[in-house]
T-cell receptor, first 113, second 115 residues
């Protein structure tokens, strides 16, 4: 079963705009991760935020985590056409000792030049 | 550093046939995962290995799917017999040491079409 629910399912923006994607999950977690998947390729890890962290930055990426609401958001600033991809949140549940991730359904981002 | 290798990249078979996928993880990575990703959905874990032992196969349809990890390195995933609903991308991922190095590294996947 899918742990994460992401919204929106699809997002279309112009180059230079910011893109925000949201993820909600159900169980308590050790950490939450965001991955990117370009068409026809495997997933690439973007950023990890631990359950005791509230915000994290990496380049143009900003991730927030609200464990009380069981939700996270990924903000991509100053988007580029190359950011066009599907974005997935994935959670590692707190009871899991083995690193297993449960992925959401994903947000399909289209950045138009 | 070489990434996770998978083959074949594409496979088309008819229902009730068998198929096998191969994965070579990043050198030294103890943990290996197989995921199934149906079009429009996120990846779903099928099986997790730690070295050559199975950690989690709770979502593996064991009546038709099997997997092994030879000598704790390469892994194969087999489907026999295939059904139409097995059409998906099969992703292999590896991880240095689960729980410590949390990032998983994914291969390009094998796209399976069952006709």
């Amino acid at each position: 079963s899918q742990q994460g629910e992401e919204d929106p399912q699809a997002l279309s923006i112009q180059e230079g705009e910011n893109a925000t994607m949201n993820c909600s999950y159900k169980t308590s977690i050790n950490n939450l991760q965001w991955y990117r998947q370009n068409s026809g390729r495997g997933l690439v890890h973007l950023i990890l935020i631990r359950s005791n962290e509230r915000e994290k930055h990496s380049g143009r990426l900003r991730v927030t985590l609200d464990t009380s609401k069981k939700s996270s958001s990924l903000l991509i600033t100053a988007s580029r056409a190359a950011d066009t991809a599907s974005y997935f949140c994935a959670t590692e549940a707190i009871y899991n000792q083995g690193g297993k991730l449960i992925f959401g359904q994903g947000t399909e981002l289209s950045v138009k030049p | 550093e070489a990434g996770v290798a998978q083959s074949p990249r594409y496979k088309i078979i008819e229902k009730r046939q068998s198929v096998a996928f191969w994965c070579n993880p990043i050198s030294g990575h103890a943990t290996l995962y197989w995921y199934q990703q149906i079009l429009g959905q996120g990846p779903k874990l099928l099986i997790q290995f730690q070295n050559n032992g199975v950690v989690d196969d709770s979502q593996l349809p064991k009546d038709r799917f099997s997997a092994e990890r030879l000598k704790g390195v390469d892994s194969t995933l087999k489907i026999q017999p295939a059904k139409l609903e097995d059409s998906a991308v099969y992703l292999c991922a590896s991880q240095g040491l689960a729980g410590i190095y949390n990032e998983q590294f994914f291969g390009p996947g094998t796209r399976l079409t069952v006709l």
